[in-house]
Structures are given as C-alpha cells and as structure tokens.
C-alpha cells in the first residue's frame, strides 16, 4: 500500500476515534437535564423537607452513576420556601424563567402545592407532585400526579382506616369530635373524616377549626373533652400536633380511640421528643419496614439515607419521607427513558397510561393524578418507653393495625389500655 494512502487511511482511523471519543464525552458530560422544585428546609414543614430532600438529591447520585437520563447529567435546582406558601409562586416562576429548568416537580406539602399550580397550569408542565392531599381537586389539571398514596377518593382516604378500625370495635363507638388547623391540607383532611363520620353512622359531637398560629392547645382539649366523645379525630401540622399531644397527656383525656389525620408525629425527632405520651395515638403513615412492604430498592435506599442522615442534620431513620421523595423522581426518570423525551406532553401521557415500580411500591396514576387505589397506612404507637431514637428503627412500638394486606398486629382498643 502506497505510504500516502497508509498516512491517510490511519489519519482517517485516528479522527473517527477521535469523534467517537468526542461524541462519547459528550453524551456523559452534555448539557444537563435541570429538573426544578421548592422544598420546606426551614420553618414549620423543615424536618420532613429536609428528610425528602437527601431521598432526591441519592436519586440524583444514583442516576448520574449510571450514566444520567438521554445520555445527559441530572441536575436538580431546588430553593427554601421556608413552609410559606406565599413564597412558591415566586420559586417556581424564577425556576422556569431565569434558571431556564427543563422540568419541574412538586414540592411538598398541601399547602405548598396549591399556589404552585397556576403557574404549572399556565406553562404546561407535567406535576409530579410530593405528599399533597387533594390538590387538584379543584383545578382537574390533566397533568398533575400526586406522589401521595391516598388514591382516587383522597379527602376520606386520610382517615377512612381509622374509622375502619373504630368500626370492628365491640361495643362499636358511637361518638366523634374532629377538630383540624384552619390549612388547606387539614380541612381537606377533616372533609375526609366527616365524611366518614357519617358513613359510619356517628354522631360528630365536636367539629371546630383552630387558627395555624395557635400555640396553647389545653382550652382546645378541654373543650373537646367537655363534649365527652368516644373518638377524637385530628387533622393538624408537626408544631400542633406535638402541642395537642402534649395537652392531650397533660389533661389526661382519654377518649377510646385518638388522631387519625395528624402530620409531624412520623418523624423520628418527633416520635423520640414525645416518647411515651405517644402510647395509644393511632395515625397515619406511608410506609414502615414491616414485612409486607419490602419493595425493591427499598432498603438499599433507606441503608444509604440513614448513612448521610447525621450529617445531613435530617430525619435519623427517613421512614415517611425518604420512599416518595425518591419514587417521586423516578416516576419522572422512567417516562423519560420510555419515551426518549423530556417533553412535558408526551410524558404526561405516559405517565397517564403507565404503571411505575418504584421503592414505594406499585404506583398507577387514576382521577386527578391521584394513585388509582389508596394505601393509607393507620398504624398504632405502643410500648414506647423514654424518649431513645433506637426504639423506633425497628417495628417494636409501632404496630400496622390497616389496611389488612400490610397489617403488623392488632389495634389496642380502648386508648386507655396503650396507655398503661
């Protein structure tokens, strides 16, 4: 072969390696896909932000480790809202507009969410949404999807185990108050649980809202004590319901059945603060490490969070949050490597058709984004003793009393015998 072809031929050899190296490169260090959001890292809705916020920020890790989505990094943009619903418009329009995000995700909490949607809806964006409670209720957005595990009927969702479990009491409970914060999520949440009520054929002795602001919660429980129900339903957020459980204890009220619908108590700081006044409440959850939701890349997750969660200053055990905040994103991360595309309308409807396996089990979108069955956790705290973290990693305190296909154990009926 002539020496000028050879010279050619390896020049030729050398270049396409080059590009391949190039185009290589590019597709692992290309434009990143910039997915935006605000989350609560300070005030009231702190301690659960910040849980959810490292369960995303390992999805992120773990995704670029394998290489990103559409062969591009993940980058996730994300600002305090500081648990100030007033503040979400303005995060979410400087997401879009200055920051230039390719896609956005809910943040978390009701109220959070709900000032965000006019501007989801204006730009038409795919939601993926995290821990809300009927929030597109109202607005019927086609591209809204709540990482929420209260299915097609949310509001009586909340509450409808409790009520269940009340029910299967022999002599059956006759009486309910409900009392709830004067917030979105809480009076969706004690809609849910009149609603109940009367389903279940009892009387509401007691139904009042409290102002957000309240601090002294006793008047509260002495007012609803007066009225001697048999079961005491309350649809509160973190900072109330540690007050009404401290009130309820200092009072030494004592109706059969108490809490339903009350956020806060699942945090592990929480649960060790209060410790033993804990005894008896039942109340809501998502997910526990009981034997019946062991679902895939469950518990690598939860292994890497608790690993971080020190030094984080976040949620020592990350038990509520960690599951959905990263099942929130991978919802996202699988339309996007089915359809190839980060545009919103064809991962809407992907998203709309599709069934995802997630760390926080099956999840198949219904009615207005909501999951298409409901898996409401109650589960009942006992046998809690001073205020150890360590009490709580295993399921020794807390028992998973429905529904019946992830039930741990059997409800203590009345209240009064967790107590003792």
Request: proline share 6%.
């Amino acid at each position: 072969m002539p020496f000028k072809l050879k010279s050619a031929l390896a020049a030729t050899a050398v270049a396409t390696a080059l590009a391949g190296l190039d185009s290589g490169a590019a597709a692992q260090s290309g434009e990143p896909i910039k997915i935006g959001f605000s989350m609560a890292m300070t005030g009231g809705l702190a301690a659960n932000g910040k849980s959810a916020l490292l369960a995303q920020k390992i999805w992120e890790e773990d995704v670029n480790a394998k290489g990103g989505l559409l062969g591009r990094p993940v980058k996730l943009i994300y600002y305090d809202d500081q648990s100030n619903p007033s503040t979400v418009p303005g995060i979410y329009t400087k997401l879009l507009d200055i920051d230039k995000v390719d896609l956005i995700i809910g943040p978390y909490a009701t109220a959070q969410m709900a000032p965000a949607m006019p501007i989801v809806i204006q730009r038409n964006k795919v939601f993926v949404t995290l821990l809300g409670l009927a929030v597109n209720d109202e607005f019927k957005y086609p591209n809204y999807f709540a990482m929420a595990p209260v299915g097609p009927n949310a509001k009586p969702a909340f509450t409808k185990g409790f009520f269940d479990t009340a029910a299967a009491q022999n002599p059956k409970p006759q009486t309910v108050a409900i009392v709830a914060a004067d917030q979105e999520f809480s009076r969706n949440a004690s809609d849910g649980a009149r609603e109940n009520a009367q389903k279940a054929g009892l009387k509401i002795v007691y139904d009042k809202t409290y102002p957000p602001t309240t601090t002294d919660f006793a008047p509260i429980v002495r007012a609803i004590q007066a009225t001697n129900p048999d079961l005491l339903v309350i649809c509160s957020y973190p900072p109330d319901s540690v007050g009404m459980v401290r009130a309820i204890n200092e009072i030494g009220f004592k109706p059969k059945m108490i809490g339903g619908g009350m956020v806060g108590l699942q945090a592990t700081a929480l649960k060790a603060q209060l410790g033993p006044m804990l005894n008896g409440f039942v109340n809501y959850d998502f997910w526990l490490p009981v034997p019946k939701m062991q679902f895939t890349g469950v518990n690598e997750l939860i292994k890497k969070y608790q690993a971080r969660a020190a030094a984080e200053g976040v949620d020592a055990l990350g038990y509520y949050m960690a599951p959905f905040g990263y099942a929130q994103l991978q919802v996202l991360q699988q339309a996007i490597e089915a359809t190839k595309s980060i545009e919103d309308k064809k991962l809407a409807d992907y998203i709309r058709a599709n069934t995802f396996k997630t760390v926080a089990g099956d999840v198949k979108f219904g009615k207005d984004g909501e999951w298409a069955q409901s898996r409401v956790l109650q589960i009942q705290f006992h046998d809690v003793k001073a205020n150890d973290v360590e009490q709580f990693r295993a399921m020794n305190t807390q028992t998973v009393v429905t529904p019946a296909e992830y039930k741990s154990g059997n409800v203590v009926y009345p209240y009064e015998k967790a107590k003792n």
